[in-house]
């Protein structure tokens, strides 16, 4: 069965510092990868996503996503934080050939970016 | 004016009281879905529907049911409502085209509290 862990319940970053968000998965076959964030009082938006190609995909807002098939992993990064950065992030995995209805969301990922 | 457009927002209600969520998208997407948001569990799919005729149930879908009554509107409902479905309600939807490898819109969400 698939899985998607999201290991961490909150990142707390400094501005201007490098952030990471951490996302491992459990999949049979190339997954397909998402990012989602989710600011407060909104629904979820669309940042990224990794299908195919080449393994770093570059994503709205600055955002930045590595997949790594061998560690099975597909961690948000982003160089220099910003406090508008603060929200909930998730990753969410499926396996190719489904529809939307096989999509796996994590837990969520808080992130807090300090003045 | 927002894409996917969910009403209520914000509904507190008493235990055993019929609820209905709506939902309504501008997007001319075919497929729709609801899921439902718990802290610490990300999101989990109560039902989806891919056409007008076509319902089917999700990872969640028991104490709800849903009506897609055109293509750009896709209700949920609890019949009888209970405290454990107290949870932040998100409907979101996906072009039939693009589906396979595109991204998932989402409404803002409804906030139910089950008293």
């Known amino acids: 069965a698939q899985s998607v862990a999201q290991p961490e319940d909150q990142v707390n970053v400094a501005e201007g510092n490098p952030l990471t968000v951490k996302c491992t998965y459990s999949?049979?076959?190339?997954?397909?990868l998402f990012w989602y964030v989710q600011y407060p009082n909104r629904g979820l938006q669309f940042l990224l996503k990794y299908i195919t190609g080449d393994n770093l995909v570059k994503g709205s807002y600055g955002f930045e996503a590595e997949f790594n098939k061998s560690q099975t992993s597909f961690h948000l990064k982003k160089p220099s934080a910003l406090v508008s950065d603060s929200a909930l992030y998730f990753c969410?995995?499926?396996?190719?050939?489904?529809?939307?209805?096989?999509?796996?969301f994590g837990a969520g990922t808080r992130l807090a970016v300090h003045p | 004016d927002a894409d996917v457009t969910q009403t209520p927002r914000n509904r507190i209600t008493k235990t055993g009281k019929r609820i209905m969520l709506e939902c309504s998208q501008t997007k001319g997407h075919d497929r729709m879905y609801w899921y439902r948001q718990d802290p610490g569990l990300g999101l989990r799919l109560i039902y989806y529907s891919f056409d007008v005729k076509d319902i089917n149930k999700g990872e969640i879908s028991d104490g709800y049911s849903v009506s897609r009554q055109a293509q750009a509107k896709f209700s949920l409902s609890l019949e009888s409502a209970i405290p454990n479905q107290t949870a932040l309600y998100f409907c979101a939807t996906s072009d039939l085209g693009t589906g396979k490898t595109g991204e998932l819109f989402f409404g803002e969400g409804s906030r139910l509290t089950v008293l």
């Open positions: 999949v049979s076959g190339n997954p397909y």
């Open positions: 969410a995995v499926r396996a190719p050939g489904g529809g939307y209805n096989k999509l796996i």
